[in-house]
Antibody, heavy 118, light 107 residues
């Protein structure tokens, strides 16, 4: 089955760290660019980060630059998001999303909730 | 960063109505735009890519048009399962940016 499954979310204190994972299956993971997208409670979608198939090209939203690090392990078919110096405004559901050849986000995981408490 | 402005932010419509949602980019993005549907409590779903191409498996009542700065998502005959929030996303440049969303509600 073709799917993305996120894990690693939870409750963390202000200033703390968390590492999210996204396990891919059913497709050739290394062929696809990947993204993290988040959605704060009751709010819209916010793009967070991008990584190319090889892992050599990376981009971040300004809101997380310097605090979050995206990475991937193609041998393990896995995508990661290391989140440091967490703030209340980072509270959200975090989705991993596959990018198609035409740059559309054609597959999404079910999301993992991150709650930052003060 | 390219700003994406969607309108309206919400609308009420009846089953069978024709619905149009617009998205305007703050600068030209060619046809590098997608439309996504998110039902309540569910994961976003790709409807349209490259401004006007229908994603596999998406009903033909959904269509997209536009290029440059102005884009439109049209639902030709609204069905009960179409009540959801719709987002545009520009994939022309980084940072990627979503529109703020359009909530389609039952009249």
């Amino acid at each position: 089955e073709v799917q993305l499954v996120e894990s690693g979310g939870g409750l963390v204190q202000f200033g703390g760290s968390l590492r999210l994972s996204c396990a891919a299956s059913g497709f050739t993971f290394s062929n696809n660019e990947m993204n993290w997208v988040r959605q704060a409670p009751g709010e819209g979608l916010e793009w967070v980060s991008y990584i190319s198939g090889s892992g050599r090209i990376i981009n971040y939203a300004d809101s997380v630059k310097g605090r979050f690090t995206i990475s991937r392990d193609n041998a393990k078919n896995s995508l990661y998001l290391q989140m440091n110096s967490l703030r209340a405004e980072d509270t959200a559901v975090y989705y991993c999303a596959r990018e198609s050849d035409l740059d559309a986000f054609d597959m999404w995981g079910q999301g993992t909730m991150v709650t930052v408490s003060s | 960063a390219i700003q994406m402005t969607q309108s309206p932010s919400s609308l009420s419509a009846s089953v069978g109505d024709r619905v149009t949602i617009t998205c305007r980019a703050s600068q030209g993005i060619g046809n590098d735009l997608g439309w996504y549907q998110q039902r309540p409590g569910k994961t976003p779903k790709l409807l349209i890519y490259a401004a006007s191409s229908l994603q596999s498996g998406v009903p033909s009542r959904f269509s997209g048009s536009g290029s440059g700065t102005d884009f439109t998502l049209t639902i030709s005959s609204l069905q009960p399962e179409d009540f959801a929030t719709y987002y545009c996303l520009q994939d022309y440049s980084f940072p990627r940016t979503f529109g703020q969303g359009t909530k389609v509600e039952i009249k």
